[in-house]
C-alpha cells in the first residue's frame, strides 16, 4: 500500500540538522513527502548529514514560504501541538490521527502533518488551518520531544495503521518447525519419567508434584519436533549411558 | 504507575551522541533506569548536550562491562533485533513487547531491554540470552533506525500500553513461583552443556546447533524457579548416577 498521499510539513525549523533527522525518520517508515515551510538555514551540510541514506527525500523535498501554501491543496490536514489551548480543538493521539490521515490517504485525499517550531511549536493561528490536533502523550517531568523523535513518532504509528496490525500476533506463527503432538508428547512424558526412575531423581513410591510441573513446563512452552527429539536423544543417551558404565564396569 | 523496574540497556554503543539521545527519549516517556554496556566513549560532552535535561538519567546511569552482568537479576529480557536470524527466535513487534515488559514490570519482576551496536545491532550470543525478540517493522527501503530513534518508539509504546492499562494481564501474571534470573539460567546451560558431553550426547568438537536450540526453548518458555532448581537435579542426578554406575561396577 502506499503512502503517497501523505506529507510532512515542517514550520520554521530551526536547527537545520533536524531536517535531516525527519528525512531519515520518514523513510524509514516509509513516508517521503516532505514540505519546509521558510527553515531557518537550508540546504544546509548538516541536514544532509543527519539524513545519512535518506538524502533522496531531502532532495525531493520542497520549500515554501508559508503553510498556507504547503497546505493548499490538502483536504485533511493534522497539526502537531504540545500544549493545552485556550480554545480546544478537536484532539487526538498520535494513534489515532495516524489511523484517520492512513483512511483518509488511502481513501485518495492529499493529507498533511504539521510540525511546529523548535522551542514554540505551531502559532495559534497555524493550528486554526488544521482539521485535527495530535498530541503525543509524553511525561509531565520532561514533555518536550525533539523534532525528528516526534516526527518518527507519528510515521511509525503510520506506517503501524498501513500495516493493517496484520503482524502476527503469536510469536511463533513463523516458527521453523512443526509443534509436537499431543500423542508425541505423551510418549515423551512416558520416557522422561522412566529415566528419571533410573537416575533416582523421582521415585515411584512418592512422586510428590515433580512430573505435574515439568509437563507444565513443556506444555508451556509447547515443544516443537525437532526440540523433542533432542530432548528424546538426551533421555535414551542418559540410559544408555547409564547401562554402559554399568556393565562395562562389570566388565572390568 | 510506576515503570522503575524497566531498565534500557545499551550494548557497545559506538556513538557517545546517541547514549545522551537516548536518554532524553526515555525521560520523555517516563522511563529512568538506563545501564550501558561497555560504552566505546563515556562518559563524553556529547552524551550530555544531547540528553539536554535528561542529564539526571545519564548521571543515575550504570555503567558494566558485560551483558551478563547488566541483566544478571532481570527476570524477563527482550533482544531489539533487526535481521532474520538463522533460527527464530519467538518475536514480537514494539506493541506486543512493550505490553509484556509492562505487564511484567507491574506485577513485579525486574525488566530488561536490550539495543545492540549501532552497525551490527546485538550479537548471536546476546539475543541468546532473551525471551522474547523485539522487532521494530520499517520499511524495506530503509530499515536501519538510529540507536535513540529505536529506543524513542519502545519507550513511546511503553508509555503508551502504561497509560492504557486495563486489559488483564498476561496468562503468567499469577505465576505461583518467581521466575529465574538471567544469570541462574547461565548456570542451568553450563550445567546442561556439561553433562550433555559426559552422557555423549554433544560433541564438543562439532556442536552443531544444539545448545542454541536448548536456550531459545529454556528461554522461550521462562523458567520458574521452582522448574530451574528441578532440571539443576536432574542435571546432578543424571552425573551422579553416571558416576556411581561406572565405580559402583568396578567394585563388582
Known amino acids: 500500500m502506499s503512502l503517497d498521499n501523505i506529507r510532512v510539513v515542517l514550520v520554521h525549523t530551526t536547527h537545520s540538522g533536524n531536517i535531516g533527522g525527519v528525512a531519515r525518520a520518514m523513510k524509514n517508515m ?13 540546504p544546509a551540510p548538516e541536514a544532509e548529514w543527519r539524513a ?27 497539526g502537531t501541538s504540545a500544549r493545552e489551548r485556550r480554545i480546544p480543538w478537536p484532539v487526538q493521539d498520535a494513534r489515532q490521527c495516524a489511523s484517520r490521515l492512513v483512511d483518509n490517504a488511502q481513501a485518495g485525499e492529499q493529507v498533511a502533518i504539521l510540525f511546529g517550531r523548535e522551542d514554540r511549536g505551531l502559532l495559534n493561528e497555524e493550528l486554526e488551518l488544521c482539521n485535527l490536533h495530535c ?10 520531544l525533539n ?25 511463533d506463527a513463523h516458527w521453523d518447525t512443526p509443534f509436537a503432538t ?14 528419571l ?3 533416582g531423581f523421582l521415585d515411584p513410591s512418592a512422586p ?7 509437563k507444565r513446563l513443556y506444555n508451556r512452552v ?3 519436533e525437532m526440540e523433542l527429539n533432542i530432548l528424546r536423544g538426551t533421555l535414551a543417551e542418559t540410559q544408555k549411558s547409564l547401562r554402559d558404565a554399568g556393565s562395562g564396569g562389570k566388565k572390568t
Chains 1, 2 share one sequence.
Open 182 to 195: 499431543a500423542k508425541d508428547m505423551q510418549h515423551f512424558y512416558t520416557h522422561l519419567e522412566e529415566t
Open 197 to 199: 526412575i533410573e537416575i
Open 52 to 78: 545519512a541514506s535518506a538524502i533522496d527525500v531531502l532532495e525531493q523535498a520542497s520549500v515554501v514560504e508559508t503553510v498556507a501554501e504547503a497546505i493548499a491543496d490538502a483536504q485533511f490536514v493534522v
Open 222 to 224: 509447547r515443544l516443537d
Open 30 to 42: 516509509g513516508l517521503r513527502n516532505l514540505t519546509l515551510v521558510k527553515p531557518l538555514e537550508y
Open 208 to 214: 510428590r508434584q515433580l512430573m505435574r510441573r515439568l
Open 135 to 144: 498530541h503525543i502523550p509524553t511525561h509531565e517531568d520532561y514533555p518536550s
Open 147 to 171: 523534532l525528528a523523535m516526534a516526527v518518527q513518532l507519528v510515521a511509525y504509528e503510520i506506517r503501524m495503521k498501513a500495516l493493517g496490525d496484520t503482524l502476527p500476533a503469536e510469536e
